[in-house]
């Protein structure tokens, strides 16, 4: 069982993404009732499916009449990103009790994923306790979110810009934090970069996932690099 530092350092390192979830998940309940889910499905998809893209996408193609299957290939391969999270974490929570592993698994998403592997990486006191609660206490606040959007529905004039600069602002937010070394801001600016083209060209939502392959990949060559420079001649 975590003990009472344990929830509260999960929840100080929470806490930015659940106040950010809270201004996303409002409007993707609001898109939810208007496909017709009520609160209490909307929280219970939140809370088992949890994926803010993927919930906001089948909000959108179902409202544009777009058939099952073609909307179950277009959040699989937003998904696919969850890949890259499970490689970069696994090696953290490879001595960690199966059922702990899973649910951790489960409730993983793009923010808890920058603050645990953060923490996980430089913090020795960052169990994979601490890793799960991040998780679910992102998931909850993500979850209640939704339901009060779906509960409220359209009744709530959320301007557009808002809705599309929260995601933003949660990643800026994380990314400000960060230990700023070479590595770091290689990723960063190629990531940024890479999105950035791959948008003008016309990639739509891969341009994300390309990016961030893209961001990964200097990434790597940039601390190769450095260990390189650092390498006894």
Same mark, same amino acid.
């Given at each position: 069982?975590?003990?009472?530092?344990? /929830?509260?350092?999960?929840?100080?390192?929470?806490?930015?993404?659940?106040?950010?979830?809270?201004?996303?998940?409002?409007? &993707?309940?609001?898109?939810?009732?208007?496909?017709?889910?009520?609160?209490?499905?909307?929280?219970?998809?939140?809370?088992?499916?949890?994926?803010?893209?993927?919930?906001?996408?089948?909000?959108? $193609?179902?409202?544009?009449?777009?058939?099952?299957?073609?909307?179950?290939?277009?959040?699989? $391969?937003?998904? &696919?990103?969850?890949?890259?999270?499970?490689?970069?974490?696994?090696?953290?929570?490879?001595?960690?009790?199966?059922?702990?592993?899973?649910?951790?698994?489960?409730? /993983?998403?793009?923010?808890?994923?920058?603050?645990? $592997?953060?923490?996980?990486?430089?913090?020795?006191?960052?169990?994979?306790?601490?890793?799960?609660?991040?998780?679910?206490?992102?998931?909850?606040?993500?979850?209640?979110?939704?339901?009060?959007?779906?509960? /409220?529905?359209?009744?709530?004039?959320?301007?557009?810009?808002?809705?599309?600069?929260?995601?933003?602002?949660?990643?800026? &937010? $994380?990314?400000?934090?960060?230990?700023?070394?070479?590595?770091?801001?290689?990723?960063?600016? &190629?990531?940024?970069?890479?999105?950035?083209?791959?948008?003008?060209?016309?990639?739509?939502?891969?341009?994300?996932?390309?990016?961030?392959?893209?961001?990964?990949?200097?990434?790597?060559?940039?601390?190769?690099?450095?260990?390189?420079?650092?390498?006894?001649?």
């Amino acid at each position: 069982m975590p003990s009472h530092a344990d /929830v509260r350092a999960a929840l100080s390192a929470a806490l930015p993404v659940m106040l950010g979830y809270v201004a996303i998940g409002i409007p &993707c309940g609001v898109m939810s009732a208007e496909v017709g889910l009520s609160p209490a499905v909307a929280f219970l998809l939140s809370a088992t499916f949890y994926s803010g893209a993927g919930q906001f996408m089948m909000a959108s $193609l179902a409202l544009a009449g777009t058939p099952v299957a073609s909307m179950v290939a277009s959040v699989a $391969l937003v998904s &696919c990103r969850q890949l890259l999270y499970s490689a970069a974490l696994s090696p953290y929570l490879s001595r960690a009790p199966r059922p702990l592993a899973a649910l951790f698994a489960a409730t /993983v998403t793009d923010e808890s994923f920058g603050v645990n $592997l953060s923490r996980l990486a430089s913090d020795d006191s960052w169990t994979p306790v601490r890793a799960t609660l991040v998780n679910v206490a992102s998931m909850l606040s993500w979850a209640a979110a939704n339901a009060l959007g779906a509960a /409220v529905g359209p009744a709530l004039a959320i301007p557009t810009a808002i809705m599309s600069f929260a995601m933003t602002s949660i990643f800026i &937010c $994380l990314l400000v934090g960060q230990r700023w070394a070479r590595v770091t801001v290689v990723v960063a600016a &190629c990531s940024a970069v890479a999105v950035v083209a791959l948008k003008a060209l016309g990639a739509g939502s891969l341009a994300v996932l390309l990016g961030a392959l893209v961001g990964v990949g200097a990434g790597m060559a940039a601390g190769a690099l450095g260990r390189g420079e650092g390498a006894p001649r």
